[in-house]
Structures are given as C-alpha cells and as structure tokens.
C-alpha cells in the first residue's frame, strides 16, 4: 500500500474526464445530412445547449474555447446566427418538438445584452415549444453581469445559474488576470434567490499560482456563507502548448503536484465537513440536492455539462465549438466562430465533426459511465464478460495493489482510496485510449 505522495505521483497523471465517450479529440468527419437524419428520429423532448465564446477580459488559466472582444455589439450578430442555425434544423425537428432544458454557456453568455438574451429564447422558443417542466440554465460571470442581465434571466425563466467563482483571493486573482471584488458573488446570488433561483453553483479552481491551503481556506469561508447548492472545484489544468496565455503563469509560479493535491484534498475536507456530499470526483452538493439524491439512488448521469441528472434526452447544440448528441449520433459544430458563422450565413450546417456511436461503443460508454457516475461495475449489466476484458483487468493489477479497486468475476469496484483516481481506472477500459489504430479505422 503506497503513501498518498507516492499515489499521486504514480496515478496522477491527466487522464480523460470522459463527459462523452468516445472523447471528443476522436470525432471524425459526417456530413450534414447525417445531422439531418438523426435529427428526425430524435426528440419530441430536447435539451439545448447554446455558446457564446465571447468573454471581455482573458483570465490567463482558460482553457476554453475563447474570443477576446470588448465590443458588445458583436453579440447582436451572434444571437442572429444563433437564431438563424436553429432555423436550419426546423425542417427536421420531429412534430410537437419541446425545449425541456436549455443551457447557455460559453465564454460568456451575460456577454449578450439584456434584450439580445430576450431576442434569442424568445427565437428558440419560437420554434421548439417550452414544456410546461422546462428547465433554464445559465453560466454567469461574476466580473462582468450586471443587474439588469439577472433580472432578464429571471424574467426569462432562468432558475439555475452557475458563477465562475475560482478563487476570491486578490493576490490569486491578480496573478490569473480574474479581479472582482470578494462580496459580488454574494450579492448576484442574493439577488437571484430573491428572484427565484432555485440552483445556485459556484465553480472554484485549486492549482492557481500563490494558491496555498490559507488562501484557499479563505475563499471557501466566503462560500461556505453565501451556501450555494452546488459546487464543483476543478484542477487547472496547465497546456501552455495549446493556450499560449498560460505561459503569464509561469511567471509567478504554480503549485506542484503535491501541492495541488493537497489544496483539493483541503477543498474535500471542508466541502464535505461542511454538509456537502461529494459527487463523483469534483462536484459537491447539499444533502437534499437532486444531484446527491440521484447519487444516492444510483441514477446519477454524465454529459458535457458535467455530473448531471438528466443525460438521456437529446441535445441539440447552437454555436461554435457547440457539441450535441441526437440518438446515436454525436455532432461537433465548426469551433472557429468565425468559419461558424460563415456556415450558418450561407445556409449551411456548420459542423465539424462526429461520430456514430456503434454497439461497441455503447457498451463501453456504459462501462465508463458506471465507474465514473457510480464506482462500481457489473459486467453482466454493461454487456461484457470478465473473460472479454481480461488484458484490460491485466492492467488494473497496480490499482488492486495498491488497494485502490476491489475486483470480482461479476465486476469491480472502486473502492474510497481510489476515488481521486477514477479517471485513470476508467481510462483502462478506454478501447481507443487502449488501441490508439482502431479509432482510425472506424472514423
Ligand atoms: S471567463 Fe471563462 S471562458 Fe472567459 S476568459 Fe475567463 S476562463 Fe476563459
């Protein structure tokens, strides 16, 4: 049995964090009628995802799919093209088609003005009917949202809203290029319970430059107060290869990998002192949350929104980079916005990207999905036999030794230890991780 350090050290390596399966880094080409196609069989019920890259000020860990423009009116062009994509679907959208879940991230959605979010749920609405139980979502930037965006969004119907907290340190903020002043995130979310807002989530980071558990501990006492129902805390991830800004990091310095460790293992501590059931490996939610009561009862789902209780409708997918699923088909929208736009301009799908998901794939989706979502597996219940898998429990013989993962004939559980983990131990039965040739042959 091996010291936490040694753990890190051998297992803490980056590993897919699995919100599709297969990951996205493998979509290969589909044409737009297949989006057409799969578009008709689908629905009548849809959740929709909506993008807007735009943010006024890069914070210098993103990771995201980005535009830096301090020109708002940029977004009254996005939103016609928001619009005008979703026009391009309409002759394919079964009858009776209903929006029950709309999300709207980004890059920034409160980067639109007031009356342009208006003009766009008002133009999808116009076109997928809101069910009577609909579900609006917002990502919100704390920076930059003004009162008048949160009472739009509530006027809307928005009840959810997640803050892109990170860290309420000045001296953080100040080396992330992400200033605001520590009491604003208290003050949107009183204002939007006031409002309505029944979901409240907060996104931290650990892994920041200057982060030590005291500054961390500070920040967490600032949210531990507002209580918000939801949290995740996500581990920057440092690409400087893929996001040249992040070089600005390594200027001040950045934590190592212990160091990290233990700043999420302060964040569980408190989080889960605090009242909070920890969901999956980097959410957290109060006890009577539908998020922890899923988890409880087994019915916890994964998709690119995260850990979430509702992945089985499909999702269709508005704006650059967007990604959407239609049955058994994955679509990946061009990721340039301007390339995007381009497309939608000229009548034309913008996608990029996708994938048909086969029986194969669905059966180890269904794999990965229990370790992620429940810890545990039973081959029986995903379609496969420990004989099929056997050079894969081979490679798990490191996670048995070090009393991570309790294995059985019948499946394999991950046990406490292993929970920090999971990604690596789900990587294992990752067929186009494990046979990086194969995928090249099925895209
Ligand atoms: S607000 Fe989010 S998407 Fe925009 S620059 Fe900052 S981290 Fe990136």
């Avoid at 003050?187 to 500054?215: C, H, K, W, Y």
């Avoid at 990207?353 to 029986?380: E, P, Q, T, Y």
């Amino acid at each position: 049995m091996q010291g936490r350090h040694e753990l890190i050290a051998r297992y803490g390596g980056p590993a897919p964090r699995y919100t599709s399966y297969p990951t996205a880094n493998l979509f290969g080409p589909i044409e737009p009628g297949d989006t057409r196609e799969a578009l008709r069989t689908a629905g009548p019920d849809f959740r929709v995802y909506v993008h807007t890259p735009f943010c006024q000020k890069l914070c210098w860990y993103c990771g995201c799919n980005t535009v830096i423009r301090r020109d708002l009116d940029v977004g009254e062009s996005h939103v016609d093209h928001l619009l005008a994509e979703l026009d391009l679907l309409r002759p394919d959208l079964p009858a009776g088609a209903r929006i029950r879940r709309l999300d709207m991230g980004g890059g920034t959605p409160n980067f639109l003005r007031p009356d342009a979010l208006e003009r766009l749920v008002h133009g999808i609405e116009a076109v997928l009917e809101p069910s009577d139980d609909r579900e609006y979502a917002s990502e919100i930037d704390p920076r930059t949202v003004k009162n008048a965006h949160l009472q739009t969004f509530l006027d809307l119907g928005f009840r959810r809203f997640s803050l892109g907290v990170q860290t309420l340190e000045p001296v953080v903020q100040e080396a992330v290029n992400r200033q605001m002043p520590r009491d604003r995130p208290g003050e949107i979310v009183r204002f939007l319970r006031r409002g309505g807002a029944t979901s409240i989530n907060f996104d931290l980071m650990v892994g920041l430059p200057l982060q030590t558990t005291e500054t961390l501990d500070r920040t967490l006492g600032t949210v531990l107060d507002i209580a918000p129902d939801r949290l995740a805390v996500f581990q920057y991830a440092h690409i400087p290869s893929m996001r040249p800004a992040q070089k600005l990091l390594e200027r001040v310095g950045l934590p190592d990998m212990a160091a990290r460790d233990a700043l999420m293992q302060h964040a569980v501590e408190r989080l889960t002192q605090a009242g909070y059931t920890r969901i999956g490996f980097d959410h957290f939610a109060q006890k009577s949350d539908p998020l922890a009561v899923a988890q409880r009862e087994g019915r916890l789902g994964r998709d690119f929104q995260g850990f979430t209780t509702d992945d089985h409708m499909d999702l269709i997918a508005l704006g650059p980079s967007a990604i959407g699923r239609l049955g058994d088909l994955y679509t990946q929208n061009q990721r340039d916005p301007g390339l995007w736009a381009e497309h939608v301009a000229a009548g034309r799908l913008p996608v990029l990207r996708g994938w048909h998901l086969s029986a194969d794939d669905k059966r180890h989706a269904a794999l990965i999905h229990a370790l992620m979502c429940r810890h545990r597996v039973r081959w029986a219940d995903v379609g496969f036999t420990a004989a099929e898998l056997s050079d894969r429990l081979e490679r798990l013989a490191p996670f048995l030794e070090d009393g991570l993962v309790a294995l059985s004939e019948e499946g394999l559980d991950v046990l406490p230890a292993g929970r920090d983990f999971v990604r690596q131990i789900a990587a294992i039965f990752d067929f186009y991780l494990t046979n990086p040739n194969a995928h090249a042959s099925v895209a």
